[in-house]
């Protein structure tokens, strides 16, 4: 008998779930295994408080008579004051909470659950009491004993699983600023700046709304010293190479002369001038450079365009040295305590207060510096870069303060490139070696040194020495600003209109965004200018594209933010016209989300946003996904960081669904995709119970809307939850379903097939399984035959004909099927599923005696051990993993595993053969090891 104790909690007896008959029965039943038994009269007082003694008891002997008809024989032990579970009767999750170090990270994500979620007995507040004592007890032992094995992992050097268990230990505790400590050391090694970043931004943000305090001093101070020691590391300074930097000795140094000459007042600065002209890289280059003359302290907000990118150096700055601010988080929610902090610091040294792009920085972080000046702090130091469409106003009000003797102000404007500069520019930063024309030859300079074509052939070639194309096509703003003053107002119509567009597009479609009749000629003068060529679309038809990404990223800033707006909006409209329920690239998703950002409606930013979600949750929540080859290939490729992207999609729709007014028809449709999308989340992170919900939610609602599609998409769901957990009668009603439903739609009834063939194979009927299988395996022949690859589903066939195979100890059948479904991947370059394979060869292997050929395909498999968490395949791998531990002499590692197949087989519904195999090698390794 097993109990599940974290999550919604379950009894389960032989691998068939127990019904109670009164849910007091139930919690008499998590009472005594957790507690291992208790006194007739405490239970009596917390299951029935509100009875006198004589009824108590009454109850009690009713209920432990019923419970007692559950439970094997000599399950239950009693006297006449006590109650206790016989000692190795009943198995349970707390059997796994002392040693943690066996489990992976799906599994301990499981321990870590509420206890007993969701269980409570309304209206007896004595067993709701010991319910949340006992909840808040295990938590706090859980998160201990993450600790402890984190701190093992970094003594073992084992930097991954150390940041993975405190991770999983902040997540539960996420105001312990030990914990985050201790994560932010582990992030250190790895060098991971953006992880130390976002621990330190959450942990401070959670302190201040929720206690009302900031992080400790010692937090802060080993957040810094954690950039201090990387500094020679991972945050190596770039090389001289930006465009603000030459020619702008005369403003550096009158800058650096206001700060050496500062007095008690407060100096602010302000760098303005055009887009592009290097306000940032000078005031970044001091900060950087000049730190004794500015301060240990940096306050800092950064623009949209900088934001989140690790390698900006002014990210690195204002991290490494002070607070950074990050403006999807305005200063709204901290204001006052950002002037405090502003504050304190100047009593104790030199601060400054460094504002980039002003224009992009809300009115509320004005007034906070407005707020900050009329303090009137000594030590303080304001740098600002302004741009001209706000520098007027913040002039005056600064001016104002300066004339009233409050603060001393200067502003600098930063005009764009001379002659003389862009001759520098091409000499020292793109590697031109010509000579440079004279400054009153400009007319020459703008055709010929900074024509478009020299300056393309410069970054290709300091590209090809090991220099970084990124950085270096930032340095090209210049040349192709130089180049679009030539372009006529047609012309400069076209470019930011297929740069708003972001993909190659036909001519028609460029046409509707167009008020030019006749593109044609206008677009073969910019094809011989080098800033258009002919592509091929999404599509597969011929369509046009701009030449480079800079120079579409040059057009796209540029153009009006209506204009963006407009184009971006019919853009969205058209590609949400595909197929909900079909799967594009991702590179097509992300940019139906930028899109909807800029011209989308709310229903229109969930949809686009929903899209990615669940081509992420299919594509890798998936052993065998539903989706072609080249797509499949793209997200495995493209998709580093898949995990945490769906955790950021999914609470970004959750957001988007909250601001929606009211609940229109299609915000009711947009919501069941998501549930079923969660559904297939779910079940992928091991949260069986929730999934199940999810999906068959989703499902009863599809069916109500008459949504064919979606309702195939959720007995999917539900069908290969049955497989992974041996569900044989959930598998046969809903692979009937599935079945029916897939009629007309060839896709979907060779899943459907798949699923009648395992279902019609484990009830007993070998050769008609087999008949569905290989019927399954035609259909999809036939699509491959008409250009539509889906390998990983052949692969999922295949393998369940070599398991069908396997279980009936046909070795040779096993062995051709399983080699087909690996050579299907493998030749379309596809590696989700693969693990799968691997683990039923290892087995295989194990019935040939091939003890090297099991380890081998063991080691392949190993490095998706975090995906195999529950069910058959989790017993199955970790028993091989046992014998393998146990063949090389390793009886801890041996141990280990069988430990962790125990766990895997939590999962399953009732006894099946991976259990039998555990069992059978169980005995093995004791008769061998005595």
Known sequence: MYARLFGPPSLSLRGEPVAFPFKKVEALSYILITEGGASRTWLAQHLWPEKDERSGAKNLRNALYQLRSIMPQS???????????????????????????????????????????????????EFNHWLQSKRDYFRDLYVKNLRHQAEKATLSGEDDRSVM???????????????????????????????????????????????????????????????????????????????????????????????????????????????????????????????????????????????????????????????????????????????????????????????????????????????????????????????PETFGDNDRWLGAMAAEGKIRYRSIKIL????????????????????????????????????????????????????????????????????????????????????????????????????????????????????????????????????????????????????????????LAKSLERDPLGFYPPSLCLRDIDRSKEGGSLEQRIEAHGRYLRLLVRAKCEGFPPIEDGILKKVERDSRNWSKEIDRLTLQIQALFQRSVGSSENIRSLQNRFEATTGFHRLWAGELDRGKRHLIGALEESVRRGDRSLSIECLHGLCLLAIRTEDDDLLSRYGKEIEIASEGNRLNRAIALRMRGVAMARSGFIEEGRQQLTLSLEILEDLKNLGQRYSSLFSMVESSLGKIALDNDDLPSAEIHLRKAMMALMRSEVHQGRWIIHIMTAQLMWLKGDHEGLSEHLAQAEEYRDEIIFGDLGVLFNSLCAYDHHVKGDLQGAARHLKRAHFSATWLVKKDRSMDFLEQLESYIAATVK
């Open 165 to 387: 268990l405190l991770t999983n230990a902040l997540s539960i505790a996420p105001w312990d600023e030990e914990i985050a400590k201790k994560l932010m050391e582990s992030l250190g090694k790895q060098g991971n700046l953006s992880r130390i970043v976002e621990t330190y931004a959450a942990l401070s943000t959670r302190l201040r709304n929720e206690m009302g305090i900031d992080p400790s001093p010692e937090t802060t101070d080993l957040y810094k010293s954690i950039f201090q020691k990387l500094d020679s590391v991972s945050v190596q300074p770039r090389d001289d190479f930006s465009k603000g930097l030459w020619g702008r000795d005369g403003e550096k140094a009158q800058i650096l002369n206001l700060i050496a000459n500062q007095d008690e007042r407060p100096l602010c600065i302000s760098l303005w001038g055009a887009e592009g002209s290097g306000r940032t890289a000078v005031l970044n280059r001091i900060l950087r450079d000049h730190s004794d003359m500015v301060g240990k302290s940096i306050v800092c907000s950064i623009s949209h365009q900088n934001r989140g990118n690790p390698w900006h150096d002014l990210y690195q700055v204002a991290t490494r040295y002070g607070l950074f601010l990050n403006s999807d988080a305005p200063f709204r929610e901290q204001g006052r305590d950002i002037a405090d902090f502003i504050g304190k610091r100047s009593q104790e040294g030199r601060i400054t207060f460094f504002l980039d792009e002003v224009r992009f920085i809300g009115r509320e972080e004005i007034e906070l510096m407005k707020m900050v000046l009329s303090s009137e702090p000594e030590n303080l130091t304001v740098l600002m870069v302004d741009h």
């Open 75 to 125: 399950t239950i032990l009693s006297n006449n004051s006590r109650i206790s579970i016989a000692s190795g009767k009943v198995r349970s999750d707390l059997d796994f909470l002392s040693d943690l170090e066996s489990l992976g990270e799906r599994d301990l994500k499981r321990l870590g659950l509420p206890y007993l979620e969701g269980f409570y007995l309304e209206g007896t507040e």
């Open 416 to 571: 764009p490139f001379g002659p003389r500069e862009c001759g520098m520019f091409c000499r020292h930063v793109l590697g031109i070696t010509e000579d440079i024309p004279l400054p009153d030859e400009e007319e020459r300079i703008y055709e010929e040194t900074l024509g478009l074509p020299v300056c393309l052939s410069a970054l290709s070639e300091l590209y090809a020495q090991g220099r970084g194309l990124e950085d270096l096509g930032n340095r090209l703003e210049f040349p192709i600003r130089a180049m679009s003053n030539r372009l006529s107002p047609v012309h400069i119509d076209i470019m930011e209109t297929l740069s708003i567009i972001d993909e190659p597009v036909s001519l028609d479609i460029l046409r509707g965004h167009m008020t030019e009749g006749n593109l044609e000629p206008e677009l073969i003068k910019l094809e011989k200018m080098d800033l258009l060529k002919a592509e091929i679309s999404v599509d597969g038809n011929a369509a046009l594209a701009v030449v480079h990404p800079q120079i579409k990223a040059f057009f796209r800033r540029s153009a009006p933010k209506l204009k963006r707006h407009f184009v971006s909006q019919r853009m």
